[in-house]
């Protein structure tokens, strides 16, 4: 399934790595410049939309979801592949795997040059996503991502570098194996919650609530909390400092509106590490979430959909805790 992205972008020249278009190419096009791709499945394609990924949207999201859940319930399809630009592709990544109803392989790829770069990683990338997909190994682990002869639990990976072909990282728990010679080889096992044992469904949903992502900084103002309320937000995130740390005045303000509520969520803007429930902020005093590994990004994926369910912040907490 193509959604677009740096994978499908064309730039003007073959040496030229940073200005270019992104979501030129079809994915049809993609694949008949990857004939390989055929001796390792039956490939059947579709194009879902043609954005940067910038242009991602949770109506795009739902629509994926659903296309593939169809897809994967025929016996005719063993797995499913969708290119999608870099700058997103975690979010929508993790939004998969807490959302698709199958085991089979659902792996997401992109690449960090455009397709008709000197030696771009988008043709490898795709060709090893689809050797992955199409692997008994990929089975039940839920949604994989592919980059770099890597696979990448979806939950944990997050883009780190702005160019780099490898700019695909876990920083706190390493990839979950390596592709070589179009084989897939494991080394451990996602553990949280995903696909098949998922609680959330969105396969009736035209619309997700509006959560909002505030950072954390030196002398950081306390009315963008009421602001993001005012604009429609129902749960906010905050990447907080260090363990999810925040100011005395930015605690009263997000507790003025978790007192109305709408849960709040501490994350951080720390790169990596735990942020542990009363650690930094008394969450029990101010019914605060505690985010655990998540980034913010993530952070906001499941607060979102723990939303369709409830507003509780106590059982948003356990949700934090077994996704």
Not at 133 to 146: C, F, H, P, Q, R
Not at 232 to 260: C, H, P, R, T
Not at 313 to 320: E, G, K, L, R, T
Request: negative net charge; hydrophobic residues 40%; proline residues 3%.
């Amino acid at each position: 399934m193509g959604t677009g992205g740096t994978i499908a972008g064309q730039a003007c020249s073959a040496t030229e790595m940073l200005h270019y278009t992104s979501a030129v190419f079809s994915i049809d096009s993609l694949i008949e410049k990857i004939p390989e791709i055929t001796s390792i499945a039956d490939v059947v394609s579709v194009q879902l939309s043609q954005v940067d990924s910038c242009d991602m949207t949770y109506e795009l999201l739902l629509t994926l979801a659903t296309r593939i859940n169809e897809m994967l319930a025929s016996s005719e399809v063993d797995g499913v592949v969708i290119t999608h630009g870099t700058d997103t592709l975690e979010e929508t990544a993790y939004f998969l795997n807490l959302v698709i109803k199958s085991n089979k392989p659902v792996v997401v790829v992109g690449a960090m040059r455009p397709f008709t770069a000197m030696s771009g990683d988008g043709p490898m990338n795709l060709y090893n996503a689809v050797s992955l997909a199409a692997s008994n190994e990929a089975m039940d682990k839920g949604v994989l991502v592919s980059l770099n002869d890597t696979i990448y639990c979806s939950r944990e990976v997050v883009k780190t570098h702005t160019m780099r072909q490898d700019s695909f990282q876990v920083p706190d728990f390493g990839c979950l194996g390596y592709i070589q010679g179009g084989k897939a080889y494991f080394y451990r096992l996602p553990v949280r919650k995903h696909t098949i044992f998922s609680e959330f469904n969105v396969d009736e949903m035209t619309k997700l609530p509006q959560v909002d992502i505030l950072l954390g900084y030196l002398n950081s103002s306390p009315f963008l909390a009421q602001a993001a309320v005012n604009g429609g937000a129902k749960g906010i995130v905050y990447a907080g400092v260090g363990n999810g740390g925040m100011s005395q005045s930015i605690k009263n303000a997000l507790a003025n509106v978790a007192e109305k509520g709408i849960p709040i969520v501490r994350s951080t803007r720390v790169s990596s590490g735990i942020v542990t429930r009363n650690g930094a902020v008394d969450d029990d005093q101010y019914s605060f979430v505690a985010a655990d590994t998540l980034s913010p990004q993530k952070a906001r994926i499941l607060l979102t959909l723990a939303l369709t369910k409830t507003s509780n912040p106590a059982i948003i907490q356990q949700m934090f805790w077994e996704y």
